[in-house]
């Protein structure tokens, strides 16, 4: 109310019990009814869900508005296209209805929100990975400083924003997918186009590249991910045989080595691999071996890894991981 209002909306809440919950009087115009639902993050994984459950009228009866003290970017183009009104709370309103078509800024809510909600920052980022790896057990604040070498107080602090935008629950368990997607918009690696890969020989050229083909279980090295890794996994992408491949590197001197030495790519046409700076060091550490069952030699990044890599494409990435969850 106080954000249409500040439009210059009249608006009152409907006489009935059993009808809209809002009423919007247009000057000079028809009178628009609205039906509410709220929710505390709204991502772009269940706008169906979390906008149609629990709808009493139908849509000409009340425009249906949904109200979230965060909507995600992609959530609020996927609510476009459904035809559905929402405000987030951090300032923006959009209502649509017979006569009447509002989109714009209004004043954030003066509800108390968390000033530090959400994956905030590189810890934010390394929790949010451990977290998901794992998804069915929940994880102490000391466990996971132990397990990402970081302050128990950094991980405390990292937990406290990811409760306040409803990204864990009340035991420190990941809210799926909505944490997947929320990591997917952060998830952004540097990276280096190559104009030639390594031979997986034994070479002081290797050794300095720190590839760690052996003992991939225990040891860090590169990780190969994205397209290639995802159909060694079984996903349903289709690629050439020549396709590039896209590896992760365990830090910043690996990948300007690795571009010293193999070259870099002058053209995306020439590029021949990518290596891409691991987010977090568990990329490189938690690598999986395929030898034994599938014709690959270099070791995969785990799954979570290379979905949130298929994630990066909108439109082809979320098919392919729509198709591999069915």
């Known amino acids: 109310m106080a954000a249409a209002a500040a439009l210059g909306f009249e608006v009152r809440h409907a006489s009935t019990t059993d009808g809209p919950d809002l009423v919007v009087e247009l000057p000079n ?77 209004v004043p954030a809510s003066s509800a108390p929100v968390a000033e530090r909600s959400g994956i905030v920052g590189d810890v934010g980022v390394e929790l949010a990975a451990q977290l998901l790896l794992d998804p069915g057990e929940p994880v102490g604040v000391r466990a996971a400083a132990t397990a990402l070498s970081r302050a128990p107080s ?86 050439r045989a020549d396709h590039p491949r896209d590896f992760y590197v365990p830090d910043q001197r690996t990948l300007r ?26 990329v490189c550490a938690r690598r999986i071996d395929a030898t034994a069952w599938a014709n690959e030699r270099w070791p995969l990044a785990n799954p979570l890894f290379v979905a949130l890599d298929l994630a990066q494409d909108p439109g082809r990435g979320r098919e392919i991981l729509d198709a591999g969850r069915r």
């Open 29 to 105: 115009g028809p009178t628009v009814h609205l039906q509410v639902k709220a929710a505390s993050l709204i991502s772009a994984a269940h706008v169906d869900e979390q906008t149609r459950r629990g709808w009493t009228l139908s849509s000409a009866d009340a425009s249906r508005v949904v109200v979230a003290d965060r909507i995600t970017a992609e959530a609020r183009q996927r609510l476009r296209q459904a035809g559905l009104s929402w405000l987030d709370r951090r300032g923006h309103l959009r209502l649509v209805g017979p006569g009447l078509l509002v989109d714009a800024d």
């Open 154 to 239: 950094s991980i405390s602090e990292a937990f406290r924003a990811l409760r306040a935008a409803g990204l864990v629950d009340v035991k420190r368990r990941p809210v799926v997918p909505e944490l997947f997607w929320e990591l997917s918009s952060r998830w952004n690696p540097v990276s280096r186009d190559l104009a030639s890969l390594p031979d997986l020989g034994r070479s002081p050229e290797n050794e300095a590249l720190r590839l760690g083909i052996d003992d991939v279980g225990t040891t860090t090295g590169w990780a190969l991910t994205d397209t290639v890794a995802a159909a060694v996994f079984g996903a349903p992408v289709g690629m």
């Open 257 to 282: 080595r690795a571009v010293q030495v193999l070259g870099p790519a002058i053209a995306p046409s020439s590029r021949v691999g990518r290596v891409r700076l691991a987010p977090t060091p568990m």
